[in-house]
């Protein structure tokens, strides 16, 4: 009996010591931050300048640097008939469709473009199996430039930039990984076309190379039309026509 009253005595002398050492560790610690100037007060405002500034940036487009007025000249020497708003237009289509695709979960919308459907499908498949759903809402292009142009190997490539802004987010069952449903995201991508003006100068076309929708043999897309192993229709590379052959943030 005295032995129990002993240790219960024992136990709360301990809980009542830790209460006082907790108490003068909290006074201690708000009169620190008060000497510094922190109070539960300055930091709200600071968590509302925070958001505030993220919200204005959420409205302000990213800037984008081109080299149109650079590139066009030389660009016309090789193509005269090109025309920078049509290839804004396609990048546009393209970025669309891309995004399209990757909300539906769905490769198929982006089966005219043979040289971007493998990367693209290769997303989708990696989300259904990891559960990620992706959300693109109210698509708003600002801005276009042309960034760089290359011509070698029987293949002349013209990169586009452009500025973008949308709702946007990124979540599975457990977790949203990325939310912009109440202001905007705004984002920068580089799409580049390729047009094929020599084919017999192409190398190992390795940057043509694509793999079947239904089997996943190699191609190159290079004049095929059918796969040559289950015979599946597949959308070959334009000859003389720009292409959309990659994407990507930046
Ligand atoms: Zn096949």
């Known amino acids: 009996m005295k032995f129990l009253a002993i240790l219960l005595g024992t136990i709360l002398g301990i809980i009542v010591f830790l209460a006082l050492l907790a108490l003068v560790g909290y006074f201690y610690l708000r009169s620190k931050l008060k000497s510094l100037g922190i109070t539960a007060n300055s930091l709200r405002d ?3 300048e925070s958001d505030r500034i993220r919200q204005q940036d959420s409205t302000r487009a ?11 000249p030389s660009i016309r020497e090789d193509f005269p008939e090109f025309n920078e708003q049509e290839m804004y237009a396609m990048t546009e289509e393209g970025l669309r469709k891309i995004f399209s695709a990757l909300e539906a979960q769905d490769s198929t919308l982006v089966k005219e473009y043979p040289l971007v459907r493998d990367s693209v499908a290769k997303i989708i498949e990696d989300y259904k199996d990891s ?7 109210d698509i708003h292009f600002h801005k276009f430039a042309i960034y760089q142009y290359q011509k070698k ?13 949308y709702y946007y987010q990124k ?16 984002a920068r991508y580089q799409v580049k076309f390729i047009y094929i003006y020599d084919e017999k100068k192409v190398g190992d076309a390795k940057s043509l190379a694509i ?23 597949v959308k070959e590379v334009n000859l003389k026509a720009w292409e959309l052959s990659s994407y990507q943030e930046f």
């Not at 559960?131 to 809402?137: A, I, N, S």
């Not at 190997?153 to 802004?165: L, R, W």
């Not at 793999?211 to 229709?233: E, Q």
């Open 171 to 186: 979540k599975n069952q457990t977790k949203v990984q990325e939310d912009y449903t109440n202001y905007k995201k705004q």
């Open 62 to 72: 990213k800037s984008i640097s081109g080299m149109t007025s650079l590139m066009l």
């Open 153 to 165: 190997e029987g293949i002349a490539t013209v990169t586009i930039s452009t500025s973008v802004e």
């Open 211 to 233: 793999n079947c929708p239904n089997c996943g043999a190699p191609i190159t897309v290079l004049g095929h039309k059918y796969c040559d192993y289950c015979g599946t229709a």
């Open 131 to 137: 559960g990620w759903q992706e959300k693109y809402d």
């Open 46 to 48: 600071l968590k509302r």
